[in-house]
């Protein structure tokens, strides 16, 4: 069986530098040489995984294929090299201390003394090279979380020191740091990234390569001076500086060499290596930089004063956007403040509008106003989860005439008797058991919308949800004009809904948005914006 190499990311100087973008960047880079390539991610906290974070806090949680909620980088992994993440792709702190505890529970440790060496950090590493143990990879490149010289991510770097040391070549280190510009001197400085450098040295760890994140270019000799002081190679001191979209980062990282270092570090012979074949991305690319035409969209949803919260979402549509030739603009807007009195003034000039996903009561009002605003006037409309079962709602409440429909999520005091909501409180959505999360089959149906979009019958699709349409209602919304062309037959559950008098209005009970890459953009949302276009 082939070696696994083992690439580490790390970070010095401050948070939120781009590190699984760099991941992701060279990820693409070595899998379009022909590599075999999966990104990993550490996160230094100690929940057990992102489900219960706030997204205000974290952003989005993404969700894999194997129902792991994740770290929103496991998107950009996904996204970038159109490889499928798992459960074994992000790693919290939390997890491995539960892992731990279970263990010395059982007595797997014999009673010895359980610590942070050697019991923490062996665990770390096997969940590590668990990735590359069955040689389905070449590489495995490891980002790890937080900022060298955080306290929470000492384990991870002394890991990363033991690995280096057994595994010799096999085992290479990029640090990522930041060369702030100071206007009043009109110069970049480099200390920062020394000290980051040392800090990183005095844990035991020495970088191999060096990527500084820049608004301006560094020139060769502040590079040497860098290299100089941090005992790194010249040529292995290299530059990302700000682009107006992540997706040109790859393209600038292979500009600065950054594969080429790589595997000659690791003893790849250059001359006996295909050269990463990047046309198609780079077709992509200019393809989302230079459209002159533009779609405005209205993202509508209660997080949307951090973007980060709907990452998936927003980079489906720039997807979308891109292979539909058009430069997306998006207008994000906080479903708390939408009213019956600005809905006209928010909604009235947008070719299409996405109803977000979320949980909880706060800003669903405003979907329904969205909803019926752009269900009246023919504007194309993707309901996304939550987004779909506000669609539902709505119409029930605007069509059906059923005034107090709602969902028990909203008012739990209706979830003691489910006969009586179904028949005398009308709600149309009911408390499922518990979360379904993951990948989930759903059969279309033939002569509908979605059939025309997927052109197939059968599709799986990703999850993260509690509730579900309540079939109570089927018939009567059937009867009203609404189609559920999307149904997963083990269960029989409403997966896809849409109307047949819209144009397009279509709402998912999945989230399509998790499978969406620059190589795939997901078929829902490439259509959705070529609706929009043609609004």
């Keep these: 069986m082939k070696d696994t190499k083992y690439i580490f990311v790390t970070g010095g100087v401050t948070s939120s530098l781009g590190k699984g973008i760099i991941a992701a960047s060279l990820g693409k880079l070595l899998q379009a040489r022909g590599f075999k390539v999966t990104n990993q991610k550490l996160d230094p906290y100690i929940n057990v995984d992102p489900g219960t974070l706030n997204p205000y806090e974290h952003g989005e949680c993404y969700v894999t294929v194997d129902g792991h909620e994740a770290d929103l980088d496991l998107g950009h992994y996904e996204r970038f090299l159109g490889v499928e993440t798992h459960k074994a792709n992000n790693v919290t702190t939390g997890r491995i201390y539960q892992n731990v505890i279970n263990k010395e529970r059982r ?35 490891t980002e790890i979380g937080g900022t ?34 100071l206007a009043a001197a009109k110069e970049l400085k480099t200390k920062p990234t020394q000290h980051s450098v040392k800090a990183l040295q005095e844990q035991g760890v020495q970088a191999d390569i060096l990527v500084l994140r820049t608004e301006h270019n560094i020139s060769s000799e502040m590079r040497k001076k860098v290299a100089l002081f941090c005992n790194v190679d010249a040529s292995a001191v290299l530059q990302s500086i700000d682009v107006p979209t992540i997706y040109r980062v790859p393209l600038n990282m292979q500009d600065e060499k950054l594969d080429e270092v790589v595997l000659t570090k690791m003893g790849f012979d250059l001359s006996k290596t295909p050269k990463a074949d990047m046309t198609k991305w780079t077709e992509f690319v200019e393809k989302l930089e230079n459209a002159r035409e533009e779609v405005h969209i209205g993202l509508v949803g209660k997080y949307v004063q951090l973007p980060d919260a709907y990452k998936s979402i927003i980079e489906s549509l720039n997807h979308a956007s891109a292979y539909n030739n058009r430069k997306l603009i998006l207008d994000l807007i906080l479903s708390d403040k939408l009213s019956e009195e600005n809905v006209e003034k928010k909604l009235g000039k947008l070719d299409g509008v996405v109803v977000a996903p979320g949980f909880g009561q706060r800003g669903i009002d405003g979907k329904f106003v969205a909803l019926k605003y752009t269900r009246e006037h023919n504007i194309p409309s993707l309901g996304i989860c939550m987004g779909m079962q506000t669609m539902t709602i709505e119409f029930a409440r605007n069509v059906l005439g059923y005034a107090d429909a709602n969902s028990t999520e909203i008012d739990p005091n209706t979830t003691h008797n489910v006969v009586d909501i179904m028949e005398e409180q009308k709600n149309i959505l009911d408390l499922g058991g518990s979360m379904r999360l993951g990948a989930y089959k759903c059969k279309l149906k033939k002569g ?12 799986s699709e990703r999850h993260r949800h509690r509730y579900e349409f309540n079939n109570a209602f089927k018939s009567d919304f059937e009867k009203a004009g609404m189609v559920f062309s999307g149904m997963n037959e083990e269960s029989n559950l409403v997966e896809i809904m849409e109307l047949k008098s819209h144009k397009w209005y279509i709402g998912v009970q999945f989230h399509p948005e998790y499978s969406s890459t620059v190589s795939n953009p997901h078929p829902l949302f490439v259509n959705f914006i070529k609706a929009a276009i043609l609004k």
Excluded: A
């Design 148 to 181: 060298v010289g955080d306290i929470e991510s000492l384990p991870y770097i002394e890991s990363v020191r033991q690995l280096r040391w057994e595994m010799g070549k096999n085992c290479l280190i990029i640090h990522l740091t930041y060369v702030p510009y």
């Design 107 to 141: 007595g797997d440790y014999l009673g010895k003394t359980v610590q942070i060496i050697p019991h923490i950090t062996d665990e770390i590493k096997r969940n590590i090279k668990s990735l590359g143990s069955k040689g389905e990879f070449d590489f495995v490149i």
């Design 448 to 459: 509908t919308k979605v059939f025309e979009i997927y052109k197939k019958e059968n599709i």
